[in-house]
Every structure is written in structure tokens, then in C-alpha cells.
């Protein structure tokens, strides 16, 4: 049978690929809990049965607010089984965005996890007169609400009294019907909804398939959230189409303990992660002393430039092999055994990976992937492949994808899983896709003579000082980051004179460094005023600043005592910086490091 829309996918893989651990979570007892292929289809046939007692019709929305979770999967299969358009919603939100979003998709139902996402719908809902029914996750749903375990008895009644034909296991959409509205988080204004078909996800998980090969042993450790395009086509739909079992993290916080029990195979995430791994084995190795610190660093040295080898189709030396051996034996196999001992491959994107840390994990035997898209684009637009990697690239175009690249450098895509447009924004829709399919991505790039794309920044971060050099502050940030004293930094400098740099530290690496040295204040804003911190931080400036050109180096620098959260509006769901957000709240910092600039208050 030739799969074209979702559900279809769905019920392919459950047969084709049985498994006992078709899904996994934690209990509330902290055990890893599995579902096999079986119980799930099950549940997502009651799931359809019962939300079509409710009254769902073919077309509805059907909104999902909700943390990472078996429900989340299996709310999502049974809503599309059911006909329904799924509106995915992060947690995080503040309860005005949710409200628009809602108000903008209509609803007819909607599934919540706990009951703090139940109590915002709760407070929300006489806003929201097309909202028929809420459903809780939670065994302790509100009194408006039904529970899921409720929606899941009614749904199986139905079944046992009537079972339908296998013909007749899910509603007949049409593979171009709309398959979800995922709005996305922009850095400004309010979220657009972006309407995704059913092939607009198939084909892509498709042509995923058919260049990474997924084996039937594979196991995936599921903790970006599945409201983003990422999770939901790569670490849901292509794993799930493939018969890898997928394993739901409890939290972000417990990954790390996550990993080790479910010792996963496949990992896919944004670049943070990766980052945060790296800073912590070199924060390791300095705190080990001499001589593992050396023994670190000199494998990090044979790491990287096995790495380079490799991707350049050249094999290491004799002696460089055997040294190879003996780093792997010393510093790689650790690192692979922190990561659960068993991940074959992982998968970057959603924000540019530093070049330097991809080869660190390449050379330590621990494949990253790295791919470009967007939620347009449901997402892959590239991907670099096995035995096919170009470093500091985004790899090449998937099947049935073109690429080129527009007179000012825009990047401009063409395929099956260009997204069908804005939902109920056709002006907006104008603006980026073309009539004749090409999508404006806004994105700034370049093909290298082999086809592999290189992206240098986002169009609307492009930097022009008042000197008129346009700089892409991305490079430079994801350059400081490989510092193992650097959490997070933003690059100023629109309009102004020169470049500066907004500095996070890693406050536990820097501790470790003060510490090290008599200093030991207890609050981080006293830490980072202090002569030597300001003094360690201006050589890091100075270190990035040998790497560029005279006009994009960082002139003034400050650093900031707190991350950029989520929470406190300054990132994206996706862990990109929301840099107008980040340049208002820091508006005073800022300024003072432009005394006496005609133009301090223009950014």
C-alpha cells in the first residue's frame, strides 16, 4: 500500500514493525513502563471512537497542550484517525499567547496534561465559545473536563459493541488535507499558523528513510517537545514509521539520567544540548589535573582531526591510528558510556551546530547529523548523511527538494514539504511562498560546487553597523559558546559603531576556575564583577576577536549573572534568542557600553 497521510503511516508501522516497546515512559513509580504495538493501536481506535462520540467531525480542530508524553502520541494518532486537524500548543506559553492561538484555530476540543495547563484552558474557556470539550491527561481533571481515561473506556464500549472493519479503522482524508496547524514562535509579533498536509509530513519522512537507515533494534530517547516540528516529524513520525521504539524522557532536567536507563541509539536535538555535553567534558578535564586534563585535550586534538579525515574520504596514518585507538580507549568510550553506550547517530538542527563541537563528537564516535529546515517546510530541507558529511554545512537537499539561493542571499526552497500556507493569513502566505511553489525562507546562505548548503544567518538578524558592514552575528555567538567558561552570548550592534557582546558565563565552570584561585563570593552578581572574572572573560574576547576581521570584532563586552530563559520571554520554545526581547530588557546594560552614541536608543 502506498502510505500517504499519517494515519496511514501509523497503522503501516504497527504491523509491519511489532514490537513490545513500541512506546515507553516512567511510572510514578520511576520505572520505564512499555507499551507495545499492539496496546497502542488500541488505544489510538478507542481514542478515534471516542472523540467521534463527542461529536468530531472531519476537518475540526483538535488542540494539544501538553509536556512530552505517551498521551501527547497517542491524542495526536487517534484525533487524525478521527479526521482531525491536530493544533499542538507549548506548555511554556504565557496565557495570552495560548488564548490567541486558540482564538485564531477554533478548537473543538482540546487535551491537556497537568492540572496547571488545565486551570489556564479552565480560565480561559468563556473566552473561547467554540470549545466543546476539555480533556485532562490527569486523573484529577476539573469539573468541565472529561478525563482521558474516560475518552479511552467510551471509545473501547464502542468498539467492543460495534468492531469496525480493518477498511474502516480511520476517517478517509485526502493526503493534501490539512494534518496540523503548528504555530510558530517567532521572536516578534504574534505566532503564525502554519498548515501542514498529510503528505507535506509523509513525503518527508520518506526521504528521511530512505538516506538514514534505522535498524530494527533502535531505540530513541524522546525530550524535545513534540510541539515543534523537529520532534514531531523526526523523533515521532519518521522513528515510529521505521519500527524504533521511542522512549519519553520525564522531564528536560532528567535526560541525563534518562539516557542511561534507556541507553538509546538515536538522540535528536537542538544544538543546546550538544553544547552543554561538551562544556561539561572539558569542565571534567580541567578539574581532573595533570596529566588527564593533557590526556583530554590531546584526544580532543586526535578526535577532531580523525573527524576532518574522515569527511575528507582519507584514512589517519599508522601512527596516528594507533594513537586514535588509544584516545578512544582513554577519553571516547567514556563519553559514548555517559550517553548510555549504545547511540549509533544524532541528529542537530533548529539552530546552527559550532562547527568545532560537531567534530569533537564525530571524532569520539558519536555521529551528529545536522540538517536544516523549518516549520514551512515540515521540517527537512537538508541533511548531511552518513559517509556523505561536509563540516560546517547543512548537508545536502533531500530527495525531490530544490535549493537556490536569491541575489541578496536568501535561501529559497521548493518541494513536497513546503507547507500549504498561513492558516487564515493569505497576505502573510504572499509574502514568503511564491505561486509557483518557491518558499522564502529568510535565511541567508550559500551552495558550495557540491550542493552542500551553508547558512550564515538569519535574514532579519543580519547586523548593519552604522559603518554599513553587514555582519551575521550567529557565527560569532556560536564561536563563543565552544568556550568552556561561555553558557550564552548575544552579539550587539545594529546601527551602532562597533560590536559588543551581552555574556552569560557557565557559572559552575567558572567556579571551579575561582575557586581554584582563593575567590569564592557567594552570589553570581558579585562573581562576574569581580577584577579577575572581568579580566578571564576580556581574554575569551580577545581569543574570538584573533578568528575575524577587524569590523566584526567585539569591542566592548558585559557580562550577566542569569541565563535567558524561556520562562522570562528572552528565548523561543526552540532555544533561539529572541534578540529584541533580549536588547530591551538589557536596554541600560547596552547603552552603557556605548557612552555618548547619537544612536544608543534606536536599537
Known amino acids: 500500500m502506498s502510505i500517504q497521510t499519517i494515519p496511514e503511516l501509523f497503522l503501516a508501522a504497527v504491523r509491519e514493525f511489532p514490537r513490545p516497546d513500541c512506546f515507553s515512559y516512567r511510572d510514578q513509580g520511576g520505572q520505564f513502563v512499555d507499551v507495545s504495538s499492539e496496546e497502542a493501536l488500541r488505544r489510538v481506535k478507542a481514542l478515534r471512537m471516542g472523540l467521534k462520540s463527542l461529536g468530531l467531525k472531519v476537518g475540526d480542530r483538535v488542540a494539544l497542550l501538553s509536556e512530552n508524553r505517551l498521551e501527547w502520541a497517542l491524542a495526536d494518532l487517534g484525533s487524525q484517525c478521527a479526521g482531525g486537524i491536530t493544533v499542538p500548543i507549548y506548555p511554556t506559553l504565557m496565557p495570552d499567547t495560548i488564548e490567541y492561538i486558540l482564538k485564531d484555530a477554533e478548537p473543538a476540543a482540546i487535551f491537556v496534561s497537568t492540572e496547571e495547563q488545565a486551570r489556564k484552558i479552565h480560565s480561559l474557556r468563556p473566552n473561547l465559545p467554540f470549545l466543546r470539550e476539555v480533556i485532562s491527561f490527569e486523573s484529577t481533571a476539573l469539573p468541565d473536563m472529561m478525563t482521558f481515561a474516560k475518552l479511552l473506556q467510551i471509545g473501547q464500549n464502542l468498539l ?52 538514514i537507515e534505522f535498524l530494527p533494534d533502535d531505540r530513541c530517547l524522546s525530550f524535545l517537545p513534540l510541539s515543534h516540528v523537529l520532534e514531531r516529524m523526526a523523533g515521532f513520525y519518521s522513528t515510529l514509521s521505521a519500527g524504533v521504539g521511542i522512549a519519553y524522557a520525564e522531564r528536560m532536567d532528567t535526560v541525563p539520567v534518562d539516557i542511561m536507563d534507556v541507553k538509546p541509539s538515536i538522540l535528536i536535538s537542538v544544538p543546546r544540548l550538544y553544547e552543554k555535553i561538551y562544556a561539561k567534558a572539558i569542565a571534567t578535564a580541567m578539574a581532573a589535573g595533570f596529566p588527564k586534563k593533557n590526556i583530554f585535550f590531546w584526544a580532543r586534538r586526535l578526535g577532531i582531526a580523525a573527524a576532518e579525515a574522515r569527511a575528507a574520504g582519507r584514512s589517519l596514518g599508522g601512527w596516528e591510528a594507533f594513537q586514535y585507538k588509544l584516545a578512544d580507549a582513554l577519553v571516547f568510550k567514556k563519553l559514548r558510556a555517559k550517553l548510555g553506550g549504545r547511540v549509533r547517530f544524532m541528529v542537530s538542527g533548529g539552530a546552527p551546530l559550532n562547527d568545532r563541537i560537531n567534530k569533537f563528537f564525530n571524532g569520539a564516535g558519536l555521529t551528529i547529523l545536522e540538517g536544516y529546515g523549518l516549520t514551512e517546510t515540515s521540517p527537512v530541507l537538508t541533511c548531511n548523511n552518513f559517509g556523505a558529511q561536509r563540516f560546517g554545512s547543512v548537508g545536502r537537499a533531500i530527495s525531490d527538494t530544490e535549493i537556490r539561493i536569491a541575489e541578496d542571499g536568501e535561501i529559497l526552497a521548493r518541494g513536497p514539504q513546503v507547507m500549504l500556507g498561513y492558516y487564515k493569513n493569505e497576505a502573510a502566505t504572499r509574502e514568503v511562498l511564491a505561486p509557483d511553489g518557491w518558499l522564502a525562507t529568510g535565511d541567508i546562505g550559500h551552495l558550495d560546487g557540491d550542493g552542500y548548503l551553508f547558512i550564515t544567518d538569519r535574514k532579519k538578524d543580519l547586523i548593519v553597523t552604522a559603518g554599513g558592514k553587514n555582519i551575521a552575528p550567529q557565527p560569532i555567538e556560536n564561536a563563543f559558546v565552544a568556550n568552556r567558561y561561555v553558557s550564552q552570548a548575544v552579539i550587539i550592534g545594529d546601527r551602532r559603531q562597533f560590536l559588543s557582546a551581552l555574556i552569560v558565563p557557565d557559572f559552575t565552570t567558572l567556579r571551579d576556575h575561582t575557586s581554584s584561585r582563593g575567590i569564592d563570593l557567594s552570589g553570581d552578581a558579585d562573581l562576574i564583577r569581580h577584577p579577575e572574572v572581568i579580566k578571564l572573560f576580556d581574554d575569551v574576547v580577545q581569543e574570538q576577536n584573533r578568528n575575524l576581521p577587524g569590523f566584526s570584532q567585539i569591542k566592548k563586552f558585559s557580562l550577566l549573572d542569569r541565563e535567558f530563559s524561556l520562562e522570562d520571554g528572552e528565548l523561543t520554545p526552540t532555544m533561539k534568542v529572541k534578540r529584541f526581547a533580549i536588547a530591551k530588557k538589557y536596554a541600560k546594560v547596552i547603552d552603557a557600553m556605548y557612552p555618548g552614541d547619537p544612536d544608543r536608543d534606536a536599537d
Open 160 to 211: 467492543d459493541q460495534n468492531p469496525p472493519a480493518p477498511s474502516d479503522e480511520c476517517e478517509h482524508v485526502d493526503k493534501d488535507s490539512p494534518c496540523s496547524i503548528i504555530y510558530t514562535s517567532g521572536t516578534t509579533g504574534n505566532p503564525k499558523g502554519v498548515v501542514l498536509s498529510h503528505w507535506n509530513f509523509v513525503s518527508n519522512v520518506l526521504s528521511i528513510r530512505s538516506i
